[in-house]
């Protein structure tokens, strides 16, 4: 089955600097990789995805590369703020062969004023 | 639509109970999952339907576990006999087929179980 790695598992960065959190998967047939944004005690919420036809996606200060070849994909968070301290997962999911999404362990993110 | 809604929010049992969980999806979405999250790790994936069919199971869903979603709307995730290692998080979303998004996914708050 599809296996998900992500690094590192706790990022701090100061406010304003960039994140950048890298996830690599086994099963060439994923097709969807979205990322989720979890705060304590909250649900994992939907912030950015991307589809194998694409390579970049960007939303204003989030964007997320995918690099099929070496089966890795990427989050780039710029000019991080406070707000944005919390668990990040990636997951990947191969659309054609059943909809189960695979998640990455998180990252824990904490910018610091 | 007030998005996936999940209850009870909180649950604390003893071992060998059984306890029930329900989902209420986002209102027309099809496909419904349930995954279980403990503390540190990322939401491992349960089992899946399509509309009052359960297309998908894990290996994670042991006999003590069954899903149901008679109607195809709400779900229901049974746990018999709970031991300690089913204290988890229970978290269910749901999705569109043919959503112009694809299959975005969207979870619910989750139902915190503690088995002591």
């Known amino acids: 089955g599809e296996n998900v790695e992500q690094h590192p598992s706790t990022l701090s960065v100061q406010e304003g600097d960039s994140a950048v959190i890298k996830c690599t998967y086994s099963?060439?047939?994923?097709?969807?990789f979205p990322w989720y944004k979890q705060e304590l005690g909250k649900r994992p919420q939907l912030i950015i995805d991307?589809?194998?036809?694409?390579g970049e996606k960007k939303d204003q200060r989030i964007a997320v590369t995918l690099n099929k070849t070496a089966k890795h994909f990427s989050l780039h968070i710029t000019e991080t703020q406070p707000e944005d301290s919390a668990v990040y997962f990636c997951?990947?999911?191969?659309?054609?062969?059943?909809?189960?999404?695979?998640f990455g362990k998180g990252t824990s993110l904490l910018v610091t004023p | 639509d007030t998005g996936v809604s999940q209850n009870p929010r909180h649950k604390i049992t003893k071992r060998g109970q059984n306890v029930t969980f329900r989902c209420d999806p986002i209102?027309?979405?099809?496909?419904l999952y349930w995954y279980r999250q403990t503390l540190g790790q990322g939401p491992e994936f349960l089992t899946y339907?399509?509309?009052?069919?359960?297309?998908?199971k894990s290996r994670l869903l042991s006999d003590r576990f069954s899903a149901e979603r008679p109607k195809g709307s709400f779900s229901t995730l049974e746990i018999q006999r709970t031991e300690q290692g089913d204290s988890a998080m229970y978290l269910c979303?749901?999705?569109?087929?043919?959503?112009?998004?694809?299959?975005?996914?969207?979870f619910g708050e989750g139902s915190w179980l503690t088995v002591v």
């Open positions: 209102s027309e979405h099809n496909r």
């Open positions: 997951a990947a999911m191969a659309e054609n062969s059943g909809y189960a999404l695979n």
């Open positions: 339907f399509q509309n009052e069919a359960q297309l998908e």
């Open positions: 979303a749901s999705s569109l087929t043919g959503d112009a998004s694809g299959n975005t996914i969207y």
């Open positions: 991307i589809r194998s036809n694409v």
């Open positions: 099963d060439s047939a994923s097709n969807y």
